[in-house]
């Protein structure tokens, strides 16, 4: 490592010459040393009320009901909008404020979208296959609430959850009108294929290519129902490698590259970036998955970040945010082995 080089440089150099692992090993070092920093500020919601869980086809969920509804939160008075309602699914590591509660919440927020978030058990480093139960149950929630259909936008393995929950629930596909996953590894990350060598996280292995997780998921129809799908990726992903794992057969898939030829955003980038921003809006508000000709002229060149996020914001999420899913990962517990498929999956 060469002196004087930022978090960056380090982590272009671990990529370079250890593969996706040195990039996680140099994580795991800045969660330990990064300077303290102001927290990133919350989206304002509330808790919402949900009587029991919302019976939908499919398998028996397993989770307790309680814990299901606690880890559900919308704005207080919900719903108010006319508009579809809107759940953000956080990825791998962190938790809904620390992946959405500086960027697209408060951004959809002010267009007058009713934005629910969720948290997941263990911060999403547990079966993907559990952590999947809470993101069916929020589904069926906002539906049964507002009677619409709902919006999902899910970042990182977020976008696993909805489509494991789409692909064995069929009832859910008459609750979901769009499914927008941003630098979701699609069909598994060499970077959890590295980190697994060693025990790891439950959810690092379902995530490792060729995992029995994700050969279930991908072995059927990879985009189950009259929904609409949209994939949206970065060539600059240093988490999801190679990163056209993202995309999946029968989506909209969209490279940021291939809107903005030489645009660098990161795997945490796609949340504040404004063009991932920019194709989540045209997905949620026109029929159909987004589409990159619809989009504003001169879009590349526009203000770089989601309405309401500055530099500041960005450089104090990169200070608590991969350090935050880096801690996670190295504190959660590891297995050698990745969970059994449940019954439901097992069986086909």
Not at 101 to 118: E, K, M, S
Not at 148 to 169: F, M, N, P, Y
Not at 184 to 207: D, K, N, V, W
Request: aromatic share 6%; hydrophobic share 45%; proline share 9%.
């Amino acid at each position: 490592m060469r002196p004087h080089q930022s978090r960056g440089d380090r982590v272009r150099d671990a990529f370079t010459a250890h593969g996706p692992l040195g990039v996680l090993l140099v994580m795991l070092v800045v969660a330990t040393v990064v300077v303290p920093v102001a927290p990133v500020t919350p989206a304002v919601a509330q808790p919402a009320r949900w009587a029991g869980v919302v019976p939908v086809d499919g398998p028996p969920l397993s989770t307790p009901p309680d814990r299901l509804a606690a880890a559900l939160n919308c704005p207080a008075g919900f719903p108010r909008s006319a508009r579809e309602p809107v759940l953000l699914v956080h990825g791998t590591g962190v938790d809904a404020d620390l992946n959405w509660g500086w960027n697209q919440a408060p951004a959809l927020r002010g267009r007058g979208y009713d934005v629910c978030t969720i948290d997941l058990p263990g911060r999403s480093t547990g079966d993907i296959q559990e952590s999947a139960e809470y993101v069916v149950h929020a589904v069926a929630a906002l539906h049964s609430a507002t009677g619409r259909k709902a919006d999902v936008i899910a970042h990182s393995q977020g976008g696993l959850q909805i489509r494991w929950g789409l692909t064995w629930w069929p009832g859910l596909r008459n609750m979901v009108d769009d499914v927008v996953s941003l630098g979701t590894p699609e069909h598994g990350t060499e970077a959890s294929a590295l980190l697994c060598a060693l025990p790891c996280a439950a959810a690092a292995h379902q995530m490792t290519p060729g995992s029995a997780f994700l050969t279930a998921l991908n072995s059927g129809d990879q985009t189950p129902g009259a929904v609409s799908y949209t994939s949206i990726y970065t060539r600059d992903d240093l988490v999801v490698v190679p990163y056209r794992t993202a995309a999946k057969d029968g989506a909209r898939n969209i490279g940021i590259q291939e809107v903005c030829g030489i645009r660098l955003v990161t795997h945490v980038g796609l949340v504040y970036d404004s063009v991932a921003f920019w194709l989540v809006l045209d997905a949620l508000s026109r029929p159909g998955p987004a589409d990159p000709q619809r989009l504003p002229t001169g879009v590349c060149l526009r203000y770089p970040y989601v309405p309401g996020v500055g530099a500041l914001d960005v450089a104090r999420a990169s200070a608590v945010v991969v350090p935050a899913a880096a801690t996670a990962l190295a504190t959660a517990s590891r297995t050698h082995h990745e969970p059994p498929l449940r019954p439901y999956a097992s069986q086909q």
